[in-house]
């Protein structure tokens, strides 16, 4: 908003006729966000989401996004979703919550993530009987192995029949894993292989540090985790042993916070697809304020539960059940991902690729849904579904169309906004965080030293345009005698502003 005409004085010097602020400058121009269609969850999970996300003073969203990587896992590879036969899905969902630092992502995901460790302790339950059994095996297979050694030493040296070795007890088992701090690709692998073969979900509250290590001690990495997604049978070779680790299905769901100015950089880089896996989850934080809701965290552990005990199909390996679409609802899948190719035909960069996957993503959605109002439902207490409702189609479908694809449009149009205009916002939000009473060059350049303004020259850049805007006034001309301090007066008005 321009300021109005100054006039000046006898002196030469300006007198400041202040506009009124524009709070506009401390967002960039992004797309506004979605409403959250909470209510494809059924009436009992958007009544636990809600005060889930009442009692961590979060928005909705933020509980949403640990909500659906983890259900997807506790349902894991023991059902896949199936249009038709030939197009199958895992359930696996990969998310990720933006925002800044106080936002609310964290306190959003905790009522989720206190759930897990319930769930962990119910599937090792057995763990401690299945170690003893088979140490018992690997004690007796150690006393069998030096009879034998014996044995073919006698049988050797005379010549007769050379007996057979004992039976080996196989790999130590593994206590059952939900949910992996270790990332790294052997150790993912590993779990895959014996303790996680439902699937695993990775949570890291640094996204971008995680994203960018993928390729730092295997140059292989990326292609893993681009995989990681899809629930394929997997090999990962390995210098120091002879024997590869063979991954029957490598998937899992990836959960993950990060900060918008993490993010511009991680979409700089060239698009593989694997940005395009995510649904983004950035609202608009909410007043901190005392609640007084207290969700009901029992009755979501038996919900995971029943989802946990989902088995796989006995065999080798053990496969996947797939659950098809009901018939009324295969039309349905047909016009969704017609109208997301249409509009992938004249989208661009990770918007593009993130329309290519959508029906997928609305297909994998489907059976999460349809699973969680199963779980949920302590008045049904029958067999899960056999069959994707086509309520729990429509359901994914709105949520991918009204919430997912423009959400997604809010995030990566912040990608293209030039380094100035992060320069003007980040400088806008300093001032009403810190709310100084000058805003000094100096100060900023040498001690504060924010993202993009550690130079001279950014930083009057940014503060011309914050004068434009009716947010400061710039300093003296410099004509008079001494040397003047390079300083912005700021308007009191702002604090009106920014308070209002």
């Known amino acids: 908003m321009p300021r109005d005409n100054p006039v000046l004085d006898p002196a030469d010097e300006v007198i400041w006729t202040w506009a009124d602020p524009d709070r506009s400058v401390l967002r960039l121009n ?27 003073c979060s928005p909705v969203d933020y509980v949403v996004a640990c909500l659906l990587p983890a259900a997807s896992v506790a349902i894991g590879n023991a059902r896949w979703a199936q249009a038709w036969p030939g197009w199958e899905q895992p359930p696996f969902l990969w998310t990720a919550s933006v925002g800044e630092s106080g936002s609310g992502k964290s306190p959003g995901a905790k009522p989720v993530l206190r759930i897990i460790p319930e769930i962990e302790k119910r599937m090792r339950a057995d763990f401690p009987d299945q170690l003893r059994l088979w140490k018992v095996a690997e004690e007796k297979a150690i006393a069998e192995k030096e009879l034998w050694k014996k044995d073919l030493k006698e049988a050797i040296a005379k010549n007769g029949k050379k007996p057979d070795p004992p039976l080996d007890p196989g790999p130590r088992p593994q206590a059952p894993q939900f949910k992996i ?98 649904l983004w989850f950035w609202p608009e934080p909410i007043p901190f304020d005392i609640s007084h809701a207290v969700p009901n965290t029992e009755w979501a552990i038996e919900a995971f539960d029943r989802l946990r005990m989902l088995e796989l199909q006995p065999g080798d390996p053990p496969s996947p059940l797939l659950v098809p679409l009901a018939a009324d609802a295969v ?84 990608a293209a906004t030039s380094q100035r205009e992060r320069n003007i916002v980040r400088l806008a939000r300093w001032i009403a965080r810190e709310r100084p009473d000058e805003v000094y060059v100096n100060h900023l350049q040498r001690s504060v030293r924010l993202p993009g303004l550690t130079e001279a020259e950014a930083i009057h850049a940014a503060a011309a345009e914050l004068v434009e805007c009716g947010w400061l006034r710039p300093p003296p001309r410099g004509n008079r005698p001494g040397r003047v301090k390079q300083a912005y007066t700021i308007n009191q008005r702002v604090w009106e502003a920014i308070d209002g």
Not at 261 to 274: I, T, W
Request: aromatic residues 10%; neutral net charge.
């Open 30 to 56: 992004r797309r506004p966000p979605p409403r959250l269609p909470i209510e494809v969850f059924g009436p009992n999970w958007a009544k636990w989401i809600e005060d889930a996300a009442q009692a961590a």
């Open 181 to 278: 701090n270790d990332i790294t690709i052997e150790s993912v692998a590993i779990s895959l292989a014996t303790s996680a073969p439902k699937g695993l979900m990775i949570y890291r509250d640094e996204l971008a540090g995680f994203l960018n290590g993928m390729t730092q001690y295997n140059l292989a990495g990326r292609q893993f985790w681009l995989e990681f997604y899809d629930g394929d049978p997997f090999t990962v070779h390995r210098q120091k042993y002879p024997e590869p680790i063979v991954v029957p299905h490598n998937g899992g769901a990836i959960f993950g916070t990060i900060q918008p100015d993490r993010l511009v950089s991680l979409m700089k880089e060239p698009d593989d697809g694997l940005l395009s896996r995510f």
């Open 331 to 414: 039309s349905d899948t047909k016009e969704f991902a017609q109208e997301m190719q249409q509009e992938q035909q004249v989208a661009e960069g990770l918007m593009k690729s993130t329309l290519g996957k959508a029906r997928g993503t609305a297909l994998r959605l489907s059976l999460i849904i349809e699973m969680l109002w199963w779980a949920g439902d302590k008045k049904k207490m029958g067999p899960p579904p056999t069959k994707i409702s086509r309520k729990a189609l429509n359901g994914a479908a709105q949520f991918v169309s009204e919430y997912a694809l423009p959400m997604a449009e809010r995030v990566f149009g912040d």
